[in-house]
């Protein structure tokens, strides 16, 4: 009936045959890389074919271990995520909605019992089965750490070890009022020179602006490592802006997301599955879902409370209840290693903390990054290449060394010892703590 709906709404808008299946997305998305597509089985629609499409940016060689990678979001591509490694396979998969494990069937696209993070991990085993890879390591980013971890409760036979970055423990709303940040943000803002505060004062209470602009561009600046240093630099350049161009760039911020600007069947690639997985298991629906803050009489940050993914994505999507995951649900047996950035504007290190403390029950070590953000890893992976002179060489080199502990230490270890941290602090930026 709510898929009935669904379609409905698609069909008052126009745009009913718009949609665009997995073999016309893949003809114009090509992959580069070795892609396979499987044929998974699902008990809600049992006469339905259903693929999911993996890949790997090189031959996958039978004699190597393989890395699993889970991408995060949820919806996010992981072929914004891609990564080599030389001493293990590494796979890619989109999960279901996504580039090419979009269905052929409008139906299903729109059809909510279609999308679960317990089907994404059946997804994922089916895959390692068609492969024949009896055991794997699991590595998820972000989102994918739900996965990551649902999959070694439910696989531990084809789990050798969990790696997890950017950890989501619990998925109420602590997920979107991370305090730490906001913290940091209200840190930040004291920080600066009374002309600076009273600029941002002021444009938070411009008519022209969103009241939360300073939170939003913020929050996108506590992704990186060194996040909030970094965007003290950024608010001084920006603030130097006349006012017309302020307001200007401070809006390209602001791009609208989600069903009501764009139709069902039209939906970017990944908001379907965002929408989907969002609104159904990561308190979507919870009205007070906001990673926005705003300053109070104080000038102190306060969370605005206002959902617009409820808005923007649940309703559309007929979606008015949302579980709240617990991985505390899904113990897991085999070793983990956390890669935790301490200053994760997307998943607050007390997420990290309470899956630590609550799911891992075999070998864990938990690493945390000084001043790191939400890819204190992950980035280094994926800025990998070859160096093209001595310069060049030398200003890869940090990078190049986190690179090689990953292969060497954190894939092939089940306890990380203190030396193993100093070795590589010799060699990076921003030092690896281990936390006990």
């Not at 999308?115 to 991990?121: A, H, L, N, V």
């Not at 600046?221 to 060194?226: F, I």
């Not at 017309?244 to 139709?263: E, H, L, W």
């Not at 939906?267 to 997985?277: E, L, Q, S």
């Amino acid at each position: 009936m709510k898929t009935l709906f669904i379609l409905l709404l698609a069909s008052l808008s126009g745009t009913l045959f718009a949609y665009e299946g997995a073999h016309s997305y893949c003809q114009k998305n090509p992959i580069e890389g070795i892609s396979t597509l499987h044929q998974v089985n699902d008990s809600d629609f049992p006469n339905e074919k259903i693929y999911i499409h993996s890949y790997l940016k090189s031959k996958f060689e039978p004699n190597k271990k393989t890395v699993l990678f889970f991408s995060g979001g949820p919806g996010a591509s992981p072929r914004s995520s891609e990564f080599k490694l030389d001493s293990v396979n590494v796979i890619f998969f989109e999960q279901r909605g996504m580039g090419c494990s979009r269905p052929n069937s409008a139906d299903l696209f729109l059809n909510p019992k279609f999308y679960s993070s317990k089907k994404s991990i059946n997804d994922a085993a089916k895959i390692l089965s068609d492969y024949q890879i009896n055991e794997a390591i699991i590595y998820g980013h972000s989102y994918g750490t739900i996965l990551a971890t649902m999959f070694a409760h439910y696989y531990p036979e084809k789990t050798e070890r969990v790696i997890i970055e950017g950890v989501i423990g619990k998925a109420d709303i602590g997920i979107w009022q991370s305090e730490h940040r906001r913290e940091k943000l209200q840190e930040t803002f004291e920080s600066l020179d009374d002309t600076l505060k009273d600029k941002i004062l002021l444009y938070s209470h411009h008519n022209d602006l969103p009241s939360t602009w300073f939170s939003v561009v913020g929050t996108m600046m506590s992704y990186l490592d060194n996040g909030y240093e970094t965007y003290k630099g950024f608010l001084a350049n920006i603030l130097e802006m006349d006012e017309s161009s302020f307001i200007s760039f401070i809006k390209n911020f602001y791009t609208q997301k989600g069903f009501t600007a764009t139709s069902l069947l039209e939906a970017d690639d990944g908001d379907m599955t965002f929408g989907m997985i969002t609104c159904q298991e990561l308190s979507g629906t919870d009205k007070t879902s906001s990673m926005k803050l705003l300053f109070d009489a104080d000038n102190k940050l306060q969370w605005d409370n206002i959902n617009e993914d409820n808005r923007n994505y649940c309703l559309p999507l007929g979606i008015s209840q949302s579980k709240a995951l617990d991985l505390s649900n899904f113990p897991v047996l085999r070793p983990i290693t956390y890669l935790i950035g301490e200053d994760d504007g997307a998943t607050d290190l007390a997420q990290a903390k309470y899956h630590y403390q609550n799911v891992a029950k075999g070998i864990s070590n938990f690493l945390v990054l000084k001043n790191g953000g939400h890819l204190p890893n992950l980035a280094s992976l994926k800025d990998n290449r070859p160096c093209h002179d001595e310069d060049d060489c030398k200003n890869l080199q940090p990078l190049k060394a986190q690179v090689q502990f990953f292969e060497q230490v954190v894939l092939s270890k089940n306890h990380i010892a203190q030396k193993d941290i100093e070795i590589i602090n010799t060699m990076i930026p921003l030092p690896w703590m281990l936390y006990e």
